[in-house]
């Protein structure tokens, strides 16, 4: 993350406008087409407008991706960081296991070093924005700060109904529903006229935009004469004097992030200096903050492990479902619905080396009876220290190494979509899809009293729950060795065993085969 700040000239012979950016800036190539003869012109226009209709609709899919995104995700955020909506700034050796109340400190001593390093200030000589424009508001934070600490009048833009509603219910409940309003709008076609604001906020927005041209146009556009301009947003380094792009390794990690967050294609701090340049601005000046940001993303992790962001990311019980997308880990297909490609439904299976054998007889029992696709992924927790994603020490009362890395799981599957985490002791008689047809779309955040639980044969406690005679609704389609399974001599004769030990032995011959092909 970068900072970048300049001054406009020739709006006004003696004022200025100064932005602030961090790195990160796109340009796409410019298609070009010869056309010879009538029948290529027609081919070529054709093309042509193809080119453009795709653009038009991934401009479109975009847009709505972004907007969902956030209609789903910011109340989540609200109730863990607050209002704002964007990184903390750390010195940078910052201890990152300080309190929530400290990191939400650090969001508003972003909002003030930002403000200082544009030059904005109380101090002489004052330059206090009376007109805001906060492009990609989110809950709109930075306004409700900026309109209570300078008496700015604000509006604000956002694509999410869902932002744009609560931003206006915040801003009234403190008292500023007259200093500040916001409204569904597109940061690439602004609903203000020219000049109208003299400072032009964009906290951590630009990322999304995927026309970076387009999107400093309307920045400049809507500026004032001697306004200021503030961008902070995402940028991928600037490239040697001999590179031409990326290395494939650090394409894969943006792709990555880009399809996890909506993001169109990365860019330098250079490519937006590029942009800047072009228009008729002064004093344009850039910095990285990364090391100044970086200490944020591990207390985001820790905050999602605390009780709270637990409760607040996943449903209780044997299965444990969120929004989340597909991990980096095994992948495990089955089926795929005819010609129709199905997306994977995610299970995440706590693993411990000591029972390596449970794990792959509960993977290949889930396989063996699923009706659609699935992805199968262990959570090994030598993995994820590997990784920086898992450093708490082994405790005394953990009595397998899952027992609090299997809540990574919404991590792991990248926030998005549907998943499940089970463990390793299970062994499944019945179609995975009969428990994720359970899933109820219209899934929202619960107080704890308010969650169900799942039909008890799903989660099925061998030595507890019992089989009542003649009652089908009680034959188990998920059977639990909570105390101990047949993979341990202790409970080689427990109830089921025969059922585990009969899948055992199909495993290993259908691995025997596989590894004599």
């Known amino acids: 993350m970068a900072c970048l700040s300049y001054q406009t000239a020739g709006l006004s012979s003696s004022t200025t406008t100064r932005a602030v950016l961090p790195p990160m800036c796109h340009r796409r190539n410019r298609a070009s087409t010869v056309v010879v003869g009538a029948s290529s012109r027609k081919r070529g226009l054709r093309r042509l407008n193809a080119v453009a209709e795709t653009a038009a609709m991934e401009a479109v899919e975009l847009k709505k991706g972004i907007a969902e995104l956030y209609d789903e995700s910011s109340g989540l955020w609200e109730n863990i960081w607050g209002d704002h909506m964007h990184h903390g ?26 403000l200082r390093f544009a030059g904005i200030s109380e101090e002489p000589p004052t330059r206090i924005p009376k007109n805001l424009v906060d492009v990609g508001c989110g809950i709109g934070g930075s306004s409700r700060y900026l309109a209570s600490k300078y008496g700015t009048n604000a509006k604000g833009i956002t694509l999410s109904p869902v932002q744009a509603e609560r931003a206006n219910a915040l801003a009234a409940a403190q008292g ?5 309003s916001f409204q569904v709008a597109d940061a690439l076609d602004q609903p203000f006229p020219d000049g109208e604001f003299d400072l032009v906020w964009s906290m951590e927005s630009g990322e999304h ?9 309307e920045l400049v556009r809507v500026a004032a004469p001697g306004a200021t301009i503030i961008i902070v947003t995402w940028c991928h380094r600037d490239l040697g004097a001999s590179e031409k792009t990326l290395k494939p390794d650090e394409k894969s990690l943006l792709d990555r992030i880009c399809n996890s967050f909506y993001l169109p294609a990365w860019c330098s701090t250079a490519d937006y200096l590029k942009l800047l340049e072009s228009h008729s601005l002064e004093d344009i000046k850039a910095e990285d ?36 997308s597909s991990s980096d880990g095994k992948i495990h297909p089955v089926s795929s619905n005819g010609n129709i490609k199905e997306k994977p439904f995610k299970i995440f299976v706590g693993y411990d080396p000591r029972e390596d054998l449970a794990y792959e007889v509960c993977r290949h029992s889930i396989l063996k009876q699923s009706s659609i696709p699935v992805e199968i992924t262990p959570i090994k927790q030598s993995d994820l220290r590997k990784d920086g994603l898992y450093w708490r020490e082994r ?14 799981t919404p991590r792991l599957a990248n926030y998005e979509g549907w998943a499940m985490f089970v463990d390793c002791d299970f062994l499944y008689l019945a179609d995975i899809k ?20 799942i039909p008890f044969v799903w989660n099925f406690l061998e030595g507890h729950n019992k089989v009542v005679e003649n009652d ?9 060795y909570t105390r101990g399974g047949p993979w341990f001599e202790a409970w ?19 691995s025997t085969k596989k590894t004599e092909k």
């Open 89 to 114: 700034y750390y010195d940078p050796d910052a201890d990152v296991s300080v309190s929530i109340p400290d990191h939400r400190a650090a969001q508003i001593r972003m909002i003030d070093e930002v």
């Open 176 to 180: 500023l529903a007259n200093q500040a």
């Open 209 to 217: 935009m995927p026309d970076k041209a387009k999107f400093v146009n």
């Open 289 to 324: 903050w990364s090391p100044y940001v970086a200490p944020f993303w591990p207390a985001v992790i820790r905050s999602a492990l605390t009780w709270k962001g637990f409760t607040s990311l996943l449903l209780t019980g044997t299965i444990l479902s969120a929004k989340m």
């Open 395 to 408: 405790g005394q009362f953990e009595s397998t190494e899952f027992s609090f890395s299997r809540f990574l």
């Open 434 to 453: 009969e428990l994720r047809d359970l899933i109820d779309d219209k899934f929202q955040w619960l107080e704890d009293n308010e969650i169900g639980s």
């Open 472 to 480: 089908p609704q009680t034959q188990p389609k998920a059977v639990h």
């Open 492 to 510: 080689k004769h427990c109830e089921f065993a025969d059922l585990w030990l009969n899948e055992k032995e199909e495993y290993v011959k259908e």
